[in-house]
């Protein structure tokens, strides 16, 4: 849940409870008190040292790339706590599909359908499970002409979309964002790319991706 991209004020308990579609047990970490993942194989509780800076990296991306190394804040640790065999899972990734997309789909479908069906209620699904929701298929009712635009540029705004989605593709309601024949068949037979490609140059792009502009960027 850690890199589920919710709103600001959303819990991650609750999400969690969602998608196993019970509530999410929590225990209370020994030192700090602070609720943790009931049942978790290591707990280790500090305290974030936000004057001190280490280099952090580079590590092996789910891009298929290297991320350099950046000046991240020191977390002092002063208790470990774990179950008597702890297992530290580690998954595979890189081009989908690997064991890493198979968790993250839901953590990035499903946030940002939330987000978008609180503001637009004819938005019928999202489908963002390619490569961390880089890309985002939408399906959506129309309100009035543009109205499908209108939710892509959203999407481009939410939580979700400001670090990772840099692609959206919106079809009508008829469509399964799902199904990718039924994509694909949308985009060529029903597409004039002289007026309904639109792009957003100086959007945000995550770092990770080979594609993105350098820091810094203006934004004029």
């Known amino acids: 849940m850690g890199a589920t991209p919710l709103k600001y004020d959303q819990s991650e308990y609750e999400m969690a409870g969602a998608l ?3 509530p999410y047990p929590i225990a209370t970490a020994p030192l700090t008190g602070f609720d943790v993942p009931w049942g978790s194989e290591v707990i280790l509780e500090g305290v974030i040292e936000s004057r001190k800076r280490e280099i952090e990296g580079p ?5 298929g790339h290297y991320s350099g190394g950046r000046n991240m804040t020191v977390v002092r640790i002063d208790k470990v706590s774990y179950r ?3 297992i530290f899972e580690s998954l595979y990734l890189g081009m989908p599909w690997t064991e890493i997309d198979y968790l993250m789909g839901p953590a990035t479908c499903v946030p940002l359908y939330q987000q978008l069906k609180a503001e637009f209620p004819e938005v019928q699904a999202v489908n963002a499970m390619y490569t961390h929701g880089l890309l985002a298929i939408i399906s959506t009712k129309k309100r009035y002409g ?8 959203r999407a481009m705004t939410t939580p979700h979309g400001l670090g990772y989605v840099k692609m959206v593709i919106m079809v009508d309601e008829d469509v399964d964002p799902f199904n990718l024949p039924q994509v694909m068949w949308a985009l060529s037979s029903k597409v004039n790319p002289a007026g309904d490609l639109v792009q957003l ?4 792009v995550l770092e990770l991706d080979p594609g993105s502009s350098r820091r810094g960027l203006p934004t004029s």
């Open 20 to 22: 196993r579609e019970s």
């Open 59 to 63: 590590f092996g991306e789910f891009t």
């Open 201 to 204: 140059p100086n959007m945000s």
């Open 84 to 86: 008597s065999k702890p």
């Open 146 to 153: 543009g109205f499908a635009r209108a939710v892509g540029l």
